[in-house]
């Protein structure tokens, strides 16, 4: 065989070779496709569950008759609520009236770093739920922040700012009692709770603040 035939039997085996793969990454990605397409609608519901398991811990269904998931607005980054990344807020009414603000906060100074929360406002001003999603908090010190981790199950510490309003509780009293305030605390854990209470209290004042716009802006007609 000489030089020639054999550079030319070389060539062909590589054509050969990248047209199988070819072919295979084809099919693959077909394959990958095909299954991206089917499960797309149980990850879009399971996606969804999740997002309103969230937001029934915070609010009840029973106080609003809108779908929150076609009622929402997109924030941009938001200071005053630690967001430094796109969120979603969503926008709970009745009978077409306002009846709460959902979204998300954060607390950017907590113990271990940043202590991720979702927050209910109602259209009076009140608190209507805070709850932590996620946080690296101690385990055993400071993540009874953490509804499940709490020992106090009557009464878990985040449920305290249920009720509250800038209306009625001062400014001065939205800390913790080592501060003169009226949040109680875990003795030998007071960075945590302190983050979160000042993150609370932010989000009550912005949401306040922003009330009529951000339930106004984008509503349906």
């Excluded at 099919?27 to 969804?48: Q, R, V």
């Excluded at 779908?67 to 009414?93: C, M, V, Y």
Aim: charged letters at 25%.
């Amino acid at each position: 065989m000489t030089s020639v035939t054999k550079e030319i039997t070389a060539q062909a085996m590589a054509v050969r070779t990248a047209a199988t793969l070819f072919i295979f990454v084809v099919i693959f990605t077909g394959l990958l496709s095909g299954a991206y397409l089917w499960t797309k609608p149980a990850i879009e519901a399971s996606a969804t569950e999740e997002k309103m398991k969230l937001v029934d811990e915070v609010l009840p269904r029973s106080e609003y008759d809108n779908n929150l998931l076609d009622d929402t607005l997109a924030l941009t980054e938001t200071p005053e609520l630690g967001q430094k990344d796109p969120s979603t807020l969503f926008r709970a009414r009745k009978a077409g009236k306002p009846v709460a603000l959902v979204f998300e906060a954060v607390a950017p100074d907590g113990y271990a770093g940043k202590i991720r929360l979702i927050v209910a406002i109602r259209a009076s001003g009140e608190v209507a739920g805070v709850r932590v999603t996620q946080h690296k908090e101690t385990p055993g010190l400071g993540d009874y922040i953490e509804i499940k981790k709490d020992k106090n199950k009557a009464r878990p510490w985040i449920t305290q700012f249920t009720g509250m309003s800038l209306a009625q509780v001062s400014d001065k009293e939205w800390k913790v009692k080592k501060d003169g305030g009226r949040l109680d605390y875990y003795a030998g854990a007071t960075i945590t709770p302190r983050a979160v209470t000042k993150a609370v209290h932010k989000a009550a004042k912005w949401a306040e603040a922003n009330r009529d716009r951000l339930f106004a802006e984008g509503a349906a007609k």
